[in-house]
């Protein structure tokens, strides 16, 4: 996901069906000038959709107009649910921790205490 754009409003879809496509999710969201990029995660092994995606906009005016547009709408067989994306701040969990004993030790710390 390093390719995506730095700054953008990315949205969590779930719910996708294993026909979903990027080129299906791309032209759902189509609508909305700001959009950058879409992609459906698929297992490594396998190519099978895992039945969610993420989609970026550039524009947070976009960004909130999908989410309350394209919410429950279907793509495929089933409706998607939408959420924002915690995509960012998932990033900086285990490649950097391990980088740093002091920042490992609080990462430590904190998951005991159930912060994390």
Known sequence: ???WPENDFRIFVGDL???VTDAML???FSKYKSLAKVKIVKDKRSGKAKGYGFVSLL???DYIRAM???NGKYVG???MKLRKSDWKTRNVTIKDVKRDRNLEQSFKEAKKAKRI
Request: charged share 45%; proline share 11%.
């Open 1 to 3: 996901m390093e390719e």
């Open 68 to 70: 309350r547009e394209m």
């Open 77 to 79: 067989n089933r409706p």
């Open 26 to 28: 791309n032209e759902a």
């Open 59 to 61: 524009d947070s005016n």
């Open 17 to 19: 069906g294993p026909e």
